[in-house]
């Protein structure tokens, strides 16, 4: 099993920033593709971001050009730094880990899920 903690969620004001972060568990971080989803009050989950174990990335139409992903495979971690954030930004931010070479916009190809950390945006 792959342990996987976020943090860096809060309440922030429109306009302003956040940077996520997630901790994983295990040797073999540096191969698996993780990816970042978001779920909004009465909304379903969508994906926000990914970054391959090779490093190649993928966002969602709706943060492109105001949210980066990254890794640092030195600290098992990955981030989702999140700048001129809207209050449609506001959702729980799930942190996920693939360990296939199956597509990465897809949930249901990551293998092991964060607990969440919740984002509020405020107008």
């Known amino acids: 099993q792959v342990q996987l903690v976020e943090s860096g969620g809060g309440l922030v004001q429109a306009g302003g920033s956040l940077r996520l972060s997630c901790a994983a568990s295990?040797?073999?971080?540096?191969?698996?593709?993780m990816g970042w989803f978001r779920q909004g009050p009465g909304k379903e989950r969508e994906f926000v971001a990914a970054?391959?174990?090779?490093?190649?990335?993928y966002y969602a139409d709706s943060v492109k050009g105001r949210f980066t992903i990254s890794r640092d495979n030195a600290k098992n971690t990955v981030y989702l730094q999140m700048n001129s954030l809207k209050p449609e930004d506001t959702a729980v931010y799930y942190c996920a880990a693939k360990t296939t070479g199956l597509s990465s916009r897809y949930d249901i190809n990551y293998d092991y899920w964060g607990q969440g950390t919740q984002v509020t945006v405020s107008s």
């Open positions: 970054i391959t174990w090779t490093s190649y990335i």
């Open positions: 295990g040797r073999t971080f540096s191969r698996y593709s």
